[in-house]
């Protein structure tokens, strides 16, 4: 009974961020342009020869950024910047007195935005593969299954980091230069730049346990089929999932406390 | 009988609020040592409001009435004291109590703004567990009762702010709740689009029994909505009862205008010992005390010859502006 109504709100939910965000296609399309880092990438591992140093061929490489980029396309999250508007021009207030927790509704909001994103990354990849007709592979359905798995974990675990800094927007208006903060390690450790293969081994060691590598590297490797332990990854994205939670729930309960519906 | 609804007991709330000096050595004051005081808005208040009432909240600006209406519906905590609202704590937002209550606040918006209004309707409907042919039910009902149809269909950047405030009633009314909070529902509206606003909201009341709060700057919503009215000055409760009485207390005058046959009679009539407000060739304007009112109108009458004669109630904005206008008005 309880399970049914909270399917049917998600469901509703998904309907209507869907409409809305078909209404910014054009948008969308140009956003997804705009995540094609790991093909810049690539262009210089390969004009610099980089790969031979991390015993990995040209095609294989080729195949990680490609995944690079499809992880990236649907694991993007913005949550930071939307609440911190929505609360500094007082919409937050409405959504609290909802019997939903108003992150619900950004959760739906991005999983809205990565449906109307399949279709351009498809076309991205379709232009890749003619400018890279060798990289042409054909993924196995169990490792593509745990590649989406993978990827949509790879999702919680950003929206759960972002959720947290999002609510310090009740005790600090401009959260999001504090996700600017995070954004390196993002970009350097996830693997977006480079397969954390690349990284020293002193390095490495720590890399991997920070929840960074398992953003993008981790479901990359996989779905291209680069070398990756896939317990260990798997692992590690549900244990961040599970230290990210209650931290994010904690500081939502001291937040609204905290709130003084601002702006409204 | 009815029960109470709503009651708030020792209510107090303080905000945490920075202040910064003029001029670039404040800046960097600021910036290196900033400076927080607390300010405690809402000072120890007591009320309660029974179940199907409608109570207007008046004030100047800053005086408080908002940060009651948010923490009456759990937006805000409360710093001390208790509130109970429909049998609950507002501020835990139990699922059951945020079915109970809504909140409007004038110019700020929930529906989606690219899509129209009906898709907000369904997704809100969804939200309060509502299946779809109820929803579509109470649509129905209420953009009946609201007069909107064809703007259902239209997105909500492209409606008027009258036809997007209906909208936003609906948005907030589809639950149908049992007490609603509206903070300046009427702001920015046209005069039709206020009169339509405050005859739907005496319907809902009348035909729902829900309990009303509001606060409002236009005085026509307050005296066509409440019967009963909580002024709020500096974050204390000055006056908690009828809106009748305190008109009456705020304005102990009425004037009388009487246009007299003759200017000799006017002069008559100004030296009998009134007290005289104004007076121009035969026409001449008195005040009478409200309880002095009835015999001085007979006195009027059959001692002197008049040919017209008119009684001037002062205008509701007029006293009510008083509070709004001086802060420390003593009611």
């Known amino acids: 009974m309880i399970s049914n109504s909270i399917n049917r709100k998600i469901i509703t939910l998904l309907k209507v961020q869907y409409s809305n965000m078909l209404e910014y296609r054009v948008e969308i399309g140009l956003w997804a342009i705009s995540g094609i880092i790991p093909f810049f990438m690539l262009n210089i591992w390969t004009n610099n020869n980089l790969n031979e140093s991390i015993n990995i061929s040209d095609v294989m490489l080729s195949r990680y950024f490609l995944c690079a980029f499809f992880v990236r396309q649907f694991s993007v999250v913005w949550v930071v910047f939307s609440f911190e508007e929505d609360s500094l021009m007082g919409k937050v207030s409405p959504y609290l007195i909802q019997p939903l927790n108003p992150f619900i509704r950004y959760f739906a909001q991005h999983i809205a935005e990565q449906i109307t994103r399949f279709p351009f990354a498809l076309i991205i990849a379709f232009f890749f593969f003619i400018f890279n007709p060798e990289s042409i592979w054909i993924p196995n359905l169990g490792i593509l299954l745990l590649s989406i798995i993978s990827t949509f974990l790879s999702f919680i675990i950003q929206f759960l980091i972002q959720s947290i800094v999002a609510c310090l927007c009740f005790w600090t208006e401009k959260a999001s230069s504090i996700e600017r903060l995070l954004f390196i390690p993002t970009l350097f450790l996830s693997g977006l730049l480079a397969p954390v293969a690349s990284f020293p081994e002193y390095v490495k060691s720590w890399i991997y346990l920070t929840p960074f590598p398992y953003l993008i590297d981790f479901p990359a490797n996989l779905l291209s089929g680069n070398q990756t332990s896939v317990f260990g990854g798997f692992s590690m994205q549900i244990l961040w999932i599970f230290l990210l939670f209650p931290v994010f729930r904690k500081i939502w309960s001291a937040g609204t406390k905290k709130y003084t519906a601002m702006g409204s | 009988m009815s029960k109470n609804i709503i009651e708030v007991k020792h209510l107090s709330k303080s905000f945490d609020i920075s202040s910064k000096e003029q001029g670039l050595k404040g800046t960097l004051k600021h910036f290196f040592r900033r400076q927080t005081k607390s300010l405690k808005v809402i000072k120890d208040i007591n009320f309660e409001i029974k179940e199907g009432e409608i109570v207007g909240f008046l004030g100047a600006n800053g005086a408080g009435k908002t940060t009651i209406l948010k923490m009456l519906c759990g937006l805000i905590y409360p710093s001390e004291g208790s509130i109970i609202v429909s049998g609950s704590l507002p501020f835990r937002r139990k699922e059951n109590f945020l079915k109970n209550i809504t909140l409007i606040m004038g110019q700020k ?149 009487i246009v007299c046959h003759s200017e000799k009679d006017a002069t008559k009539l100004e030296e009998s010992g009134f007290s005289i407000k104004n007076k121009t060739k035969n026409e001449i304007t008195i005040k009478i005390e409200n309880n002095l009112f009835t015999s001085a109108l007979k006195t009027i009458l059959n001692n002197f010859d008049i040919k017209d004669l008119y009684i001037n109630e002062p205008p509701v904005d007029e006293i009510i502006g008083k509070i709004l206008i001086k802060k420390d008005y003593d009611i």
């Open chain 2, 109 to 257: 918006q929930q529906l989606i703004w690219d899509l129209p209004p009906i898709e907000s309707f369904y997704l809100n409907a969804s939200i309060y567990d509502l299946d779809k042919f109820e929803a579509k039910r109470r649509i129905k009902k209420l953009s009946d009762m609201l007069e909107i149809d064809d703007e259902l269909f239209i997105p909500v950047r492209k409606l008027s702010l009258g036809q997007r405030m209906k909208s936003e009633l609906l948005a907030a009314l589809i639950h149908e709740p049992n007490i609603l909070f509206l903070d300046e529902p009427t702001l920015g509206l046209d005069i039709n689009a206020q009169r339509n606003l405050r005859k739907f909201l005496k319907k809902y009341n009348k035909e729902t029994n829900a309990t009303i709060c509001l606060t409002s700057h236009y005085m026509k919503d307050i005296t066509s909505l409440c019967q009963r009215v909580i002024c709020v000055q500096n974050g204390s409760i000055s006056y908690d009862g009828k809106l009748d009485l305190l008109l009456k207390r705020l304005s102990p005058v009425k004037e009388i205008l």
